[in-house]
Structures are given as C-alpha cells and as structure tokens.
Nanobody, 114 residues
Framework: QVQLVESGGGLVQPGGSLRLSCAAS????????MGWYRQAPGKQRELVAT???????NYADSAKGRFTISRELGKNVMYLQMNSLKSADTAVYYC????????WGQGTQVTVSS
C-alpha cells in the first residue's frame, strides 16, 4: 500500500503565499516521480507542477514564475511554494506519486480570497 499525506492548505488573501507539503510512505523503495495537481469546483483536475526522481521540474503555464516545486533529496517528500496567489488558484490540491500506477493523496484545500 502507498499513502500520500498533504498538508499546508488554508485561506490566504490575494497576493499571499502558502507552502504545501506531501509525504509518501508505504512500499516505496526508491525516489519516484511526483507531482502536484489541482481541481477547482466544476472543473477537471489539472497539472500544476511535476518533479522527477532526480529533481527535474515541469510547470503549468499558470504556475510558472509564481510556484516552486521541490523535494527532499533521496526521499519521497515534496513541497509546493506558492507565491502571488490569485483567486483563480482556489482549488483542492492533490499530490501524486508514480510507481507502476499513479497514486493520489486526499487533497488539501487552498482558498484565495479577501
């Protein structure tokens, strides 16, 4: 079994910052590719950013320049630093890890509102 636990969501004003964390545990023996996705009400889940096992990153256009994905070296622990948040960033944020299949966390709510 693989478990993913996200934390760090909450309510923030426009222009503010949040840092999300994700820790994977279970039958995972090596660093794996991980990612952050989000789903806003009434919309499909979408990519935010991904990071490979050796640290290569990829961002959605909406995240470039504002969000930074990172991970702890040699571990399946990942972060998403989100700056200059906008109301359009309001969503449930999910972390993922890809083994033979992709596993998902339970999600953490991020609300950007004044």
């Amino acid at each position: 079994q693989v478990q993913l636990v996200e934390s760090g969501g909450g309510l923030v004003q426009p222009g503010g910052s949040l840092r999300l964390s994700c820790a994977a545990s279970g039958r995972i023996f090596l660093p794996k590719d991980m990612g952050w996705y989000r789903q806003a009400p009434g919309k499909q889940r979408e990519l935010v950013a991904t990071i490979t096992s050796d640290g290569a990153t990829n961002y959605a256009d909406s995240a470039k320049g504002r969000f930074t994905i990172s991970r702890e070296l040699g571990k399946n622990v990942m972060y998403l630093q989100m700056n200059s948040l906008k109301s359009a960033d309001t969503a449930v944020y999910y972390c993922s890890i890809t083994l033979r299949e992709t596993h998902w966390g339970q999600g953490t709510q991020v609300t950007v509102s004044s």
